[in-house]
């Protein structure tokens, strides 16, 4: 067993025939993150002892029955640190688990290693974890994309079989983009969010990142439907996702919208996005120009509702109940205004502030209601696209990594990063980065597919055929 | 000059479930601190809402008992403040949405405090509207020490019904019939216990006053911290004096938020409006919209009551009971439901309401299990109306029955009660009565017709109170005729 | 609505934050920079928004039963709070 080649389902058949034990993989996933962890920093934490112990006792006979799954750092899981990259949350240990964490549990997974991330998931580069740099696998002096820019590196870096991440206005994709892997962000209500730590809950998804779209449909399988502890999960039948794996591309309807092909793409990840759009053609595909006409909106709108949310869902973090309180508290106000400033990072309050600033008393109406409104033309823009198409291509992300450092001083420019993925949080609907090819300096490029509210079978459907057409993803960094 | 005082109530209402609003932690009081708790209602990181149903069709239970209307769709906003006995630095609440729109509340006579309920000057059916009824969760409850202060949880996030009353109210009476009347409808659709001093019951008041035949509002303060509704009287007469005297010399109200005091019996001021919050409402986006009809409009009216005003005039109307009767009986559910169990056993309406009002309620009878079953007040109107006992004598057996226990007709027989009805043996005693008290027959003849109750009374004593009264009438008016 | 200048002090205390002066001073020429970058929502048509919302609002209620759900032990609770004394939270004193 060579661990930076295999994937899901490739150790289920072997742990089935009997030819592997689950641990077996705790042990040469060790030997990997110990290869690779000291050039990439992606995980905060992870127990090799419990790893094991939870290997030795896992149920083989169920889906993901002895597989590890690296968790993104703001997903709670009982009696574990879930600092969600923030100094504020150090000492908290969550006492229960998130839903997904029960149900990776059923399904026969365990969780081993925290992975970092954006302070609070806030930011497109996991600069801005309170704890450590994470590096790009393929070029460590770039950083890995983010928020979830630590599930995305040690699943590219082959030192995660795969692993959780969530994603507000990209951060599954964009990170998955970057570092080679497939990151999925599912439909809105598709995946529970209960225990899982709100950025902007109109927004958030958890969703995964892995080697291949298979895995990536066999862990959404297991994390996805109905929890009566979120009120706006779908109750909908969770459909067989493998059920629509190995189906060709023939006949399917893919827009290709030109809003997202405009300037400001690196010529590159232009050509290689271009590329993949010949391939769904040549393959029988219908490939057709479409418009999404509010797309450059989608900064906008996403700046607004995401920090408005945001100002509110972490205004929890007062200094009273858990996390940090700082030692010059006198009364509430002197906790708060301490607690906050000294456990917060930058990028987090800079977003609080523009949150609490456009709801505030007198300029509601002029931000918050009106990115309201823009978001649902955004996202009827959406529904009357996919009457035509099933689904719509783009590429993830305008540029490559980029350099460490590069965008930390103008926030603006590193929220423009988020450019095409933030579109369907803002509408709900389904989408998928997969690798689809190296630049000359060997980054790779990641290609975006979306598709309708719960249109996952034929997002996966699709992706599958162009993986299994291409072998981007058998390519493993050389960073050991 | 004279003044009017203008006074809206914000009325905040503890709802009876079983669970807190967006969690499945026990809404009870009294359990160890902060042993009611969960991720949600102590707002940790990524717990998530699920909106209790029930709280939602009491809601609309109350709504509708107080003639709202009801919209068809309602949702929760965020109401974002800092304070520490809140969880997550914002209330869940309802500010565009709400559950129900408008309202009323009647102020009926026996709602105004005693002394009042004969002034000419009370507003008797004076109908003060709602502006609306929202749904929201409870805060925690802190206590405070010297140098700190300390929070349990096990309030937070419990079910929480504001009321609130336009600004129409204009007296402390009134404010406090409205309490009272609300107060009573309340527990009638088992929305709430709404005990005041048990803080199931809590009331803000706004109140500004301005000349008499002014339009124009004075400016407001807000007063907070009544523990009862008389505690609101008192507070709202203090604070209209207070503000008349400070206007009429020529000041200036500032609009602030005062405490009341009820021990001292002043208000004192908490914070001014400079502190004045910037709520940043917007739509919970953890929580969808929901739709009031058909289903949780049709569940609320499963459960909609004979309201007390609707029952008193029933008993009024079709039960011959007086205005006092029926309003004592329908001023609490269990005792008009009571009443009516006994009333399934005889048709003496009236004697039954006297026995429960005059005898049995002195006994402060625990109403949710009373001791002495209802169709035994029943049993001794029958007694009364067949004769076999007098009403002096069911006054007696009352006395056994709430002493010692027992139906009336056992105490009847044990104790040797029946009354005395045969001719034979009352016409002795009648014609003794007559040959001992010239003086009163003389009377009786020269026309004074009061002078038989001399006569009678010997006949009773004599019994010891068991004849028939009507019948030693009936002997002594023959003989003397 | 016009790009004014973020009033950074107020904000900041509206969402209990103290900010140093320099901290102050970048977020307020950062935040002017996005918050000029969102005036290009005022050129949107959104006559046909609020329909749109409208649409979007209608769905079937998703209530909980009132039924019990089992919460936490109190010593996990109580082990993440800064400080407790038996068995409630303790913060420096609140004066209302």
New interface residues.
Partial sequence: MDITTETISSLRKQLIAGDIEAVDIVEALDERIKATEPSVHGYLRFDKERAIDQAKSADLSKPLGGIPIAIKDNINETDEFCTCGSKYLESYRAPYNATVIERLKDAGAYCYGRTNMDEFAMGSSTEHSAFQKTNNPWDKDRIPGGSSGGSASVVGARSAIAALGSDTGGSIRQPAALCGCVGMKPSYGMVSRYGLVAFASSLDQIGPFSRSVEDSALVLQAIAGYDPHENTSCREPVPNFSEHLGKSVKDLKIGVPKEYFGEGIDPEVRALVQKSIDWFSKEGAQVEETSLPHTKYAIAVYYIIATAEASSNLARFDGVRYGHRTSEATDPISTYLKSREEALGTEVKRRIILGTYVLSSGYYDAYYNRAQKVRALMKHDFDEAFKDFDLIVSPTSPTTAFKAGERLDNPLQMYLADVFTIAANAAGICALSLPCGFTQENLPVGLQLMGPRYGEPTLFQASHAYEQAHDWWKTIPSIA | MEYEAVIGLEVHVQLKTRTKMFCGCANRYGDEPNQNTCPICLGYPGALPSPNKEAIVKTILAGRMLKCEIPDYSEFDRKNYFYPDMPKNYQTSQLHHPLCDKGEVALHKYAFPKESQENPEASLNKVVHLNHIHLEEDVAKSTHYDDHSRIDFNRAGTPLMEIVTEAEINSADEAYAFLKSLQQILIYGDVSDADMEKGQLRCDVNISVRPKGETKLGTKCEVKNMNSISGVRRALVHEIARQIEIVSSGGSITQETRRWNDALGETTVMRSKEDAHDYRYFTCPDLMGFQTRPSLFEEAGKRLPELPQEKKSRFMDSLDLSEYQAEVLASDRRLADYFEEALSKTKESVSVANYIINDFLATEPDLDSPKIPAQQFAELAELVKVGTISSKQAKQVMTYMFEEGGSPKDIVKAKGLVQISDTSSLEPLCQEAIDKNPKSVEDFRSGKKAAVNALKGYVMKQTKGKANPQLVDEILLRLLG | ?SAEK?D?H???K??????SDS?AEA?SS??A???A??Q???E?D?S???S??EQ???????????????????D????????S????????????
Avoid: C, T, W
Avoid at chain 3, 14 to 19: G, Q, T, V
Avoid at chain 3, 56 to 74: C, K, S
Avoid at chain 3, 85 to 96: A, L, N, Q, T
């Fill in positions: 609505m973020i950074v107020y904000v900041a509206l969402a209990r934050i103290e900010l901290e977020f950062q935040l920079d996005v918050v970058h969102v290009e929502l005022n949107v959104l046909k928004a609020d749109l919302i979007q609002g209608a769905g079937e209620n998703h209530l909980r039963e009132d039924e019990p759900f089992p919460g936490l032990p109190r996990p609770v109580l082990a993440n709070a800064p400080e004394s038996e068995g409630e939270i303790v913060m420096p004193k609140i004066v209302e």
